[in-house]
């Protein structure tokens, strides 16, 4: 699996054409478990504070 796209140029450069999708999914996975903790996490916050009081 190549992270990162190569071609050459007209002078034969390799140059840098982008990243690869295979790991969007996992990337777009993180991040939604990322927001859904953090959610988690403010609630179980919220809960505590307010019982606190």
């Known amino acids: 699996m190549e992270l990162f796209r190569y071609s ?3 002078y034969g450069q390799q140059t840098l ?3 690869s999708w295979d ?3 996992v990337f777009l996975g ?3 478990a990322t927001i859904v903790g953090h959610m988690i996490f403010k ?4 809960k505590k504070s307010a019982a606190d009081t």
């Open 17 to 19: 054409e982008g990243m």
């Open 8 to 10: 050459r140029d007209v």
């Open 43 to 46: 609630a179980v916050i919220e």
């Open 30 to 32: 993180l991040a939604v």
């Open 23 to 25: 790991l969007f999914w």
